[in-house]
């Protein structure tokens, strides 16, 4: 089942890339396209439990890459400038899956999409209302190692993404996966100009 998930995100990523580089478009490929991101967006939500799909804070997140990659960012000629990345980091997006001990992250910010897969182990977090995991994530790097801690009270539920010295908050995205889908190739249309994105 892993290795078919794998599969299925990773055809989603050089689905996208495809989409990217202006390839024309045809109604086999929307459809594809719909029914991956549909599969994706589909995770049951449990109560008392971080399964199911979470939105990062874009407050969050940009402050996670500014501190952790912009602080001492030296663009060389060929590269963005750091005034352009915080350009691009407006549009970004970064929805955290959790079904089981499975893990994915999707990022998109204008036209690149990025998926990263992970397992979770649960540890013993001792408060009640709270569920911490270890999480072994595939990047682009190589594997990266983070925790997820996942709190529940009366007041709040949220997630938290913490790499190294670097956290990221998120909360629970409950909209119709519809929404979630349309909203997901608007972005890409705004970005690539065609029609059907």
């Given at each position: 089942?892993?290795?078919?998930?794998?599969?299925?995100?990773?055809?989603?990523?050089?689905?996208?890339?495809?989409?990217?580089?202006?390839?024309k478009?045809?109604?086999?490929?929307?459809a594809?396209?719909?029914q991956?991101?549909?599969?994706f967006?589909?995770?049951?939500?449990?109560?008392?439990?971080?399964?199911?799909l979470?939105?990062?804070?874009?407050?969050?997140?940009?402050?996670?890459?500014?501190?952790?990659?912009?602080a001492?960012?030296?663009?060389?000629?060929?590269?963005m400038k750091?005034d352009?990345?915080?350009?691009?980091?407006?549009?970004?997006?970064?929805?955290?899956?959790?079904?089981?001990?499975?893990?994915?992250?999707l990022?998109?910010?204008?036209?690149?999409?990025?998926?990263?897969?992970?397992?979770?182990?649960?540890?013993p977090?001792?408060?009640?209302?709270?569920?911490?995991?270890?999480?072994?994530?595939?990047g682009?790097?190589?594997?990266?190692s983070?925790?997820?801690?996942?709190?529940?009270?009366?007041?709040t539920?949220?997630l938290e993404?913490?790499?190294?010295?670097y956290?990221?908050?998120?909360?629970?995205?409950?909209?119709?996966?519809?929404?979630?889908?349309?909203?997901?190739?608007?972005r890409?249309?705004?970005?690539t100009?065609?029609?059907?994105?």
């Amino acid at each position: 089942m892993q290795k078919r998930r794998y599969s299925l995100l990773l055809f989603i990523g050089i689905l996208l890339l495809a989409l990217a580089c202006g390839r024309k478009q045809n109604a086999e490929r929307d459809a594809q396209l719909v029914q991956m991101l549909t599969q994706f967006f589909t995770v049951r939500t449990a109560v008392g439990s971080a399964d199911g799909l979470w939105l990062a804070q874009k407050d969050s997140v940009a402050a996670m890459i500014e501190k952790k990659f912009l602080a001492n960012y030296q663009a060389k000629p060929d590269e963005m400038k750091k005034d352009e990345i915080r350009q691009r980091l407006q549009n970004l997006v970064v929805y955290y899956r959790i079904e089981g001990r499975q893990f994915t992250m999707l990022t998109q910010v204008a036209d690149s999409v990025g998926v990263n897969v992970g397992t979770l182990r649960l540890r013993p977090s001792g408060r009640k209302g709270e569920q911490v995991y270890d999480a072994r994530v595939r990047g682009k790097d190589g594997e990266i190692s983070a925790t997820l801690r996942y709190v529940n009270s009366a007041s709040t539920e949220r997630l938290e993404y913490t790499e190294g010295d670097y956290t990221v908050a998120a909360e629970r995205e409950l909209r119709p996966v519809a929404v979630l889908v349309q909203e997901f190739r608007e972005r890409m249309q705004q970005v690539t100009g065609l029609p059907q994105y």
